[in-house]
């Protein structure tokens, strides 16, 4: 599950990647470069003026009270998902520029798991497949994960963490995840090309 991610570009930058208006806030940047649950991160919607750049806090209340906050989405078709995923209208586009995923197993001397980090080195900004709801103490974003395409060990991201990947897309996709039926978008959950993956 991935639970920390990089954002080492300034806004500007990240509005120009995803084609997004940002108009809505003054000229703050983030308070930090990372993205951990219940921080903000920027994502880009479809607002009534076209595709916005927004800020919301990373993570889904969860259904039962006293728990974390829910922040990868894996059953997509959970009841707790689904009004989510259904309406392109609440899905958006979580940029990163590399994410973090820890190892199965401890480190031998630290007796730690290890923290590794993934970025996609032909993009300086990449972009999670995310969809986002409003709650009582603002909007909330969290992102999709999926399983690999054959052995997890010939994945870059899958050696270290079989489990799952996170949904990164292909720009020429945002279009798509923004806007098309829910039989459509399904077909993007689908892990990254590892070629195209580097381990920092």
């Known amino acids: 599950m991935c639970n920390l991610y990089r954002l080492n570009a300034r806004r500007s930058e990240i509005a120009a990647y995803l084609r997004a208006n940002d108009d809505a806030f003054s000229a703050v940047e983030m308070e930090k470069d990372y993205v951990s649950p219940s921080r903000e991160g920027w994502v880009a919607r479809n607002g009534d003026a076209g595709r916005v750049l927004d800020r919301m806090h990373w993570g889904f209340p969860h259904w039962q009270a006293g728990q974390k ?7 997509y078709t959970s009841s707790f998902w689904r009004s989510a995923i259904t309406n392109p209208d609440r899905r958006c586009l979580v940029p990163f520029t590399s994410f973090q995923e820890w190892s199965v197993e401890p480190d031998p001397v630290t007796k730690k798991k290890r923290p590794y980090w993934f970025s996609v080195p032909s993009r300086p900004i990449a972009a999670f497949a995310g969809i986002w709801r409003p709650t009582e103490t603002g909007p909330r974003f969290a992102f999709l994960t999926c399983g690999y395409d054959g052995d997890p060990a010939n994945h870059v991201v899958g050696a270290i963490h079989p489990k799952a990947c996170p949904v990164v897309l292909h720009d020429e996709d945002f279009d798509r995840w923004l806007s098309a039926p829910l039989d459509d978008v399904l077909g993007l959950a ?3 090309p590892s070629q195209l993956m580097a381990l920092d």
């Open 69 to 75: 906050d829910v922040v990868n989405v894996r059953n």
């Open 190 to 192: 689908c892990a990254y």
